[in-house]
């Protein structure tokens, strides 16, 4: 792309670059005989007030009587009370300013201007994060603006040695991204592999952090999360202080954390506001939902099936006695109902919360009493379906309920065909597959896979905290 020259029509050539925006701005001031300066903007994405109030009035204010006075930067630098103010000498970055929220002040017969930044603040203000609730700790949220995120971080880390490494990703949105970490913390290994996959990344969009989630991760047709996502800055910062990394994407309230490992998604920051026995039952209840959510409808499909001798004679008489009138078999009954909910699931998130309520109603009383009335479905099968659905948000972290539920179906496929036998073919390749699976260099089974024993104070436990000095070994070890 050929670049653009200092000349008269370079404002022509920078309106024909941004295909003649209608916000596109471009204000003639003239100073003194010949001499002059032009304020060059994009109305919609900047304070107008701003440039009137802070570049404008005080350059025309500062005209001197003497006719003889040479208007080069300098004089443009004293004059302007912006503190943050820069030269360029390259057009091309002038359109990537302009884009940005940046006005340009390019003064006459200079090879050179200057810009300021005025971008407009009218952002969405600090909330509650609106994926996480929380009942104990702050709650402050991550928002769509960047630079507001980087504050809610050093709001907490109050650390020199804090790293924002910013790069730009995407060749149409050019989208800003910052890799943070504590260099005295993080394994440089896993720092810059983080770098290699960021740099490696050739994509005309990034809208969303998922999209780099794609680029990055080790394995994408894994079920498993590799990096965690977060609305929370305390949970960024205890994850920087562990030796992670963060990745803050701008547009977007979600940050991506890495490496992971498989029982760090059993983990949630409210764990750490209190106390070691509460957290560490609260972690033990996630990992016993996690089992049920995947192991429920596929032993009740087994069991009914296959299996039926394993069941007390009493229990056995009475789900014969309710699956007398079912016209389906376990594996299509199953079936029916759990698709019926992740459909009232998905209408649930995407219909208006006026709506949500009916939704509720009609799923709960409609679908599950009616139908149950009707002869479709035992009652047995609706109880299995509600123990799995719960479980299913038992999980603290979104992506973690989604694995659940693509793996629970899995399982019911494999007890449909091949009962208890397929339940257990399906065990040993997830572990395999666990063991097997790497997020950035680290065992994502660590740190049992391999055993560290130092990491146990703070994994299926989670020990007082005077016993947790030491951060973590197994981002360290990658072998």
Same mark, same amino acid.
């Given at each position: ?281 609260? *972690?033990? %209840? ?5 089992? $049920?959510?995947? &192991?429920?409808?596929?032993?009740? +499909?087994?069991?009914? =099936? #296959? ?97 659940? *539920?693509? %793996? ?5 496929? $494999?007890?449909? &065909?091949?009962?208890?036998?397929? +339940?257990?073919?399906? =065990? #040993? ?51």
């Amino acid at each position: 792309m050929p670049k653009l020259s200092f000349t008269e029509p370079m404002q022509e050539q920078i309106r024909n670059r941004v295909k003649g925006a209608p916000d596109f701005v471009i204000r003639p001031f003239p100073l003194r005989g010949s001499s002059a300066f032009t304020c060059l903007y994009l109305s919609s994405i900047v304070e107008s007030a701003l440039v009137d109030e802070f570049v404008v009035k005080p350059m025309l204010a500062a005209v001197p009587i003497e006719e003889e006075e040479e208007y080069d930067l300098g004089w443009f630098h004293r004059h302007i009370p912006f503190v943050q103010n820069k030269e360029w000498t390259d057009a091309d970055e002038g359109i990537r300013l302009l884009l940005e929220g940046q006005c340009l002040l390019i003064p006459t017969l200079v090879n050179r201007f200057l810009s300021f930044d005025v971008k407009r603040s009218d952002y969405r203000s600090v909330t509650e994060p609106q994926s996480e609730a929380t009942v104990r700790g702050p709650r402050e949220g991550f928002v769509e603006d960047i630079g507001r995120n980087v504050a809610l971080i050093r709001k907490r880390l109050k650390s020199e040695h804090l790293v924002f490494e910013q790069m730009t990703i995407g060749t149409k949105t050019k989208t800003k991204v910052y890799l943070t970490y504590l260099p005295d913390v993080a394994p440089t290994g896993v720092v810059e592999e983080f770098r290699r996959r960021l740099q490696a990344i050739q994509a005309d969009s990034i809208l969303e952090s998922s999209y780099m989630e794609d680029w990055i991760q080790d394995k994408t047709l894994s079920p498993f999360p590799q990096l965690i996502t977060t609305e929370r800055p305390d949970a960024v910062t205890g994850k920087l202080l562990d030796g992670q990394v963060a990745l803050l994407t701008d547009g977007t309230p979600i940050a991506l954390i890495g490496p992971v490992t498989f029982f760090q998604l059993f983990s949630s920051p409210e764990d750490y506001y209190q106390r070691p026995d509460i957290a560490t039952l609260s *972690r033990w %209840l996630r990992m016993f939902a996690f089992m $049920l959510s995947i &192991f429920i409808p596929a032993l009740y +499909i087994a069991v009914v =099936t #296959f299996h039926q001798e394993l069941l007390p004679t009493p229990l056995l008489i009475n789900l014969a006695a309710q699956r007398e009138a079912v016209p389906f078999p376990a594996f299509l009954e199953a079936m029916i109902m759990m698709v019926t909910f992740e459909i009232l699931r998905e209408a649930g998130l995407r219909m208006p919360r006026i709506a949500g309520q009916s939704i509720s109603i009609v799923g709960a009383l409609v679908l599950g009493m009616t139908t149950v009335e009707a002869g479709l479905v035992s009652a047995a099968m609706v109880i299995v379906v509600s123990i799995t659905a719960i479980s299913n948000f038992v999980s603290p972290i979104y992506g973690f309920g989604n694995a659940q *539920r693509i %793996l629970q179906f899995v399982f019911m496929f $494999l007890a449909g &065909f091949m009962g208890l036998y397929g +339940i257990l073919c399906g =065990t #040993f390749f997830v572990l395999v597959h666990l063991v097997s699976l790497r997020s950035f260099g680290v065992k994502y089974m660590s740190p049992i896979a391999p055993l560290i024993l130092s990491d146990f104070k703070d994994t299926i436990l989670r020990v007082p905290r005077f016993w947790m000095k030491r951060k973590p070994q197994m981002f360290s070890r990658k072998k």
